[in-house]
Structures are given as structure tokens and as C-alpha cells.
């Protein structure tokens, strides 16, 4: 048997997950909570296997709740409950100590799929959540491919181009070969899409990377 606390100031949502889980005869409801501090003195007596968990409730934000509980109860499994789909709230609750994330207007075998999950072990994220952090993940993926990254001796070299130095007065600076930075600043043009080393300085500028 699964015990559940839910936490939930809404009472339609907490009757409605009772009513959800009622047949089912692995799961049991412990109680409902309608407030975080309501929650922490039942957990100070009682821990249930899963903790169904609403974000935003009027008394402690749901997700410094997560934190407080996951503190106190290392075994128990929490499933964020919200009607917000946000990419920034799934990631910060799984870094709180979440193991899942539901919508309130999930169907029952979600929820019951979500919770075997999360006892099997697993990270359970809803379809739409799970697709929230897809596109989060391909954002990020994409602005990482844009991002202009030098090196160490790309930036000196592009500092001194900046100061006005010639290929040989850099080359004697750093004591490299002439071709060595004739190389460095071919690299830089290529990286930056330019033809010229004006537009090199140019492009640089406009990028912060001078």
C-alpha cells in the first residue's frame, strides 16, 4: 500500500484526487493539507510514501516547502502539483528535491503512473512539463552554439589589434611567430564571420569582446 499526503489549498483538487485514487487499491489518501504549516505537523508524526504538492499555496511557497520537507524526509517522494507549466519551475523543483511534476488537469492514470513511477525510482514529468524542458533544453542548446567563445590567446591577440599593433609588432609582444598570429587571426575572422580585420574590431565591439 501507497500512502499519499496531499498538499493542496484548493479543495476541489484535494476531493478530486481522493476520488481519483479511491478504487484504486494500492494507493491510499493519509490526509489532505491546505497549508505548508498545516503540512509540517503532520509530517512531524506521519511520513507517507508520496507527497503530492501544490506550488502555490497562501501560507509558504511550494517550493521552499519541497526544500524543508526533503530535509526532514529523505525517503519520501514529492510530486510538484500546479496548473503552471513553466520550464523554471519544473527545473527548481527537481533541484529542491522533487521527483515529479504534474498538471492539475491530468487524467487519473497519469496520476496513478506517476506515482508508481516515482516509488519505482524514476523522475516523472507530465507530457506537457516534459515537453517544457525539451525546449528549454534545444534554447539553451542553441544559444551555447552561438555564443562566440575565444580563447586565451585569441583575446590577447584581438586586444592588440584592437591597440592599433601590427601582425609582427603582436608576433614580437608575445613572442610567437608571425605565423603563428597570422594563424590566431585568421581563426578570429572565421569565428566572428568577417572578411577584414576593421570589421574584426568592428564585430568584436558590437559583441563586448573588446
Avoid: W
Wanted: some cysteine; hydrophobic content about 40%; aromatic content about 2%.
Amino acid at each position: 500500500m501507497i500512502s499519499i499526503l496531499v498538499i493542496d489549498d484548493h479543495p476541489l483538487v484535494g476531493d478530486g484526487i481522493s476520488m481519483m485514487v479511491k478504487e484504486i487499491t494500492h494507493l491510499q489518501i493519509l490526509t489532505v493539507c491546505k497549508t505548508g504549516k498545516e503540512a509540517l505537523v503532520f509530517l512531524e508524526k506521519t511520513s507517507p510514501d508520496v507527497i503530492l504538492l501544490d506550488i502555490s499555496l497562501p501560507d509558504i511557497d511550494g517550493l521552499e516547502l519541497c526544500t524543508l520537507i526533503r530535509k526532514k524526509n529523505k525517503q519520501t517522494k514529492i510530486i510538484g502539483l500546479t496548473s503552471t507549466n513553466e520550464a523554471g519551475i519544473i527545473t527548481q523543483l527537481l533541484a529542491n528535491g522533487g521527483n515529479g511534476y504534474l498538471l492539475k488537469n491530468m487524467e487519473r492514470e497519469e496520476l496513478i503512473t506517476a506515482i508508481d513511477e516515482v516509488m519505482n525510482g524514476r523522475i516523472f514529468l507530465s507530457k506537457a512539463a516534459n515537453q517544457k524542458i525539451l525546449e528549454q533544453f534545444h534554447s539553451l542548446k542553441d544559444a551555447l552554439k552561438n555564443k562566440l567563445v575565444l580563447t586565451r590567446r585569441e583575446k590577447e591577440i584581438l586586444k592588440l589589434l584592437y591597440e592599433g599593433l601590427t601582425g609582427p609588432q603582436i608576433a614580437e609582444k608575445l613572442f610567437l611567430s608571425p605565423l603563428t598570429v597570422e594563424t590566431h587571426r585568421k581563426n578570429l575572422m572565421q569565428k566572428l564571420n568577417v572578411n577584414s580585420v576593421q570589421q574584426l574590431l568592428k564585430v568584436a565591439g558590437e559583441n563586448k569582446l573588446i
